[in-house]
């Protein structure tokens, strides 16, 4: 599986930003696909995750009402909607496979074996 993240940029505080993460390779099925994110001197965090299968979706709780994940099936391509965005949401972001769809562990860094390369979003103030 291939992961390839876009959408990224400079953005100021309030504004909004889509990020894609287009995906090929063997089947996704039945995956879980998540969004990750890293600042600068911190740890990955997980943002948000979706079943591919059923559209399911798991937020970091800080994220619910912001940010919006959400797939495309037809074009193989997972997507993260990010409104109002402010400074702290500086960071790379990266998408993530799990194939073997462990939803009940989304939001766990280990489950996913397939990492896209990131995309840096930068939020000015």
């Known amino acids: 599986v291939q992961l390839q993240a876009s959408g990224g940029g400079l953005v100021q505080a309030g504004g909004s930003l889509r990020l894609s993460c287009a995906v090929s390779?063997?089947?996704?099925?039945?995956?879980?696909m998540g969004w990750f994110r890293q600042a600068l001197g911190k740890e990955r965090e997980f943002v948000a995750a979706?079943?591919?299968?059923?559209?399911?979706?798991n937020y970091a709780e800080s994220k619910k009402g912001r940010f919006t994940i959400s797939r495309e099936i037809a074009k193989n391509t997972m997507y993260l909607q990010m409104n109002n965005l402010q400074p702290e949401d500086t960071a790379v972001y990266y998408c993530?496979?799990?194939?073997?769809?462990?939803?009940?562990?989304?939001?766990?860094?280990?489950?996913?074996?397939?990492w896209g390369q990131g995309t840096q979003v930068t939020v000015s103030s």
């Open positions: 390779g063997r089947t996704i099925n039945n995956s879980v």
């Open positions: 979706i079943a591919w299968s059923d559209g399911r979706t």
């Open positions: 993530a496979a799990d194939r073997l769809g462990r939803f009940s562990f989304s939001s766990t860094t280990s489950i996913y074996a397939y």
